[in-house]
């Protein structure tokens, strides 16, 4: 499933392309296509990235999800004598990247509809979601996290001069504005004065109801890192990345723009091979125990987190190696990630067979858990 009414709508397509080239190697894949209206689209030709250049795309049949039912996505009959024609998929690997996919919408969906999906948990992935939540659990949990001031839509539109006073009363140097519930870097500004932050705000306060605004983490070396793997298990951490960027960090443009040439999942180059474009050092070019460091806080942070599939992790390392903090998590990478466990020997492909793995056993531990029991509180109010 990919698409999704996100503005990260584009990176998904791109992204489930990667996937099911590899996937298809070895199942039967059905793509899912939600479009930004939130209807959803079936049919081989969304196979072919071609088929995006209309909407609804070239081919495409539309899809429902009916609640209730043991098969429930269904193709509606076509014409007034025609059949429903039911989907009997085995797993949904979950490729929406932000609103509607990565914060949970879509896997209580198909948690209610009991099909077996990779990102297995509602909470863990709607609290992932939100920097703001994310920040509160993490740092909860031990871990290092910038400090930073929420802004919430409301707020501003009441009284802009009050939220860029209150911000700067607690924030005196250069600061990054970003929405809170986005990704793909969309939406973020490093801003040095208060011109650049009115800016900033008003865009990000368009993209999202609420945004974060932390203090410019000046001189920090970022570093990337992914986790694979569920509650209970031991996890498998990827090589760690140093990404290349402007100083305020990668933006979008950076991501899938470039052209740089990546290889992708098919040996793609530039711009098809999404974040495999992007520029990097991989293993990252910092001292070996920095990279230990990093591997070793991801796999706490995937555990803490509740966390199930593949993660990553973004890092800065500040005051030459005295602090390590989370940036944040990203429960639906990019390219998944793939590129990150490659050096390890785990190509895409293996990576794509490990994550329907942990779907089936997160659906089965889910079978094992009891959801219902006898209760004589019905019979007492009906007198029977």
Not at 40 to 68: D, K, M
Not at 216 to 227: I, P
Request: glycine fraction near 10%; charged fraction near 25%; hydrophobic fraction near 45%.
């Amino acid at each position: 499933m990919f698409g999704g009414p996100s503005v990260e709508h584009d990176v998904s397509i791109i992204t489930a392309q990667q996937v099911m080239a590899v996937a298809g190697e070895r199942h039967d894949v059905v793509p899912i296509y939600v479009a930004t209206d939130g209807r959803w689209w079936t049919g081989p030709s969304l196979l072919e990235v071609s088929s995006f250049a209309a909407q609804p795309p070239t081919g495409a049949r539309p899809v429902e999800l009916r609640l209730g039912r043991s098969v429930p996505l269904v193709m509606p009959a076509s014409g007034r004598f025609g059949k429903d024609q039911e989907l009997r998929l085995d797993v949904v690997i979950n490729a929406i990247h932000g609103t509607g996919g990565e914060d949970g919408a879509l896997l209580g969906a198909l948690e209610l509809a009991r099909v077996p999906h990779v990102g297995r948990g509602v909470a863990a992935a709607a609290v992932t979601m939100d920097k703001h939540l994310s920040k509160a659990v993490l740092r909860d949990a031990g871990f290092d996290v910038l400090p930073h001031v929420r802004v919430e839509r409301a707020a501003w539109e009441a009284d802009e001069e009050a939220v860029v006073a209150r911000i700067r009363g607690e924030i005196t140097t250069d600061v990054v504005v970003k929405p809170a519930t986005l990704g793909s870097s969309i939406g973020v500004a490093r801003c040095r004065d208060d011109d650049e932050l009115t800016d900033a705000l008003q865009l990000a306060l368009e993209l999202d109801r609420q945004v974060i605004v932390e203090p410019f983490a000046a001189g920090a070396t970022e570093l990337n890192v992914a986790v694979l793997g569920r509650v209970g298990e031991a996890p498998l951490v990827s090589e760690v990345e140093r990404p290349i960027g402007g100083e305020a960090g990668l933006s979008f443009e950076d991501k899938y723009l470039s052209g740089a040439k990546g290889k992708g999942a098919k040996g793609a180059t530039g711009k098809d091979a999404g974040m495999a474009t992007q520029g990097r050092v991989i293993p990252a070019d910092v001292p070996a125990e920095w990279r230990d460091r990093v591997k070793a806080l991801a796999a706490g942070a995937h555990a803490a987190l509740r966390l199930s599939g593949v993660v990553r992790y973004d890092f800065f390392v500040l005051d030459d190696g005295a602090r390590f903090v989370i940036n944040e998590p990203n429960t639906v990478p990019g390219s998944f990630a793939f590129y990150l466990f490659e050096p390890d020997g785990m190509t895409f492909d293996l990576l794509v067979e490990r994550l329907i793995e942990i779907a089936v056993a997160e659906q089965q531990e889910e079978r094992s858990t009891v959801r219902a029991f006898e209760s004589a509180l019905l019979k007492r109010h009906i007198g029977a």
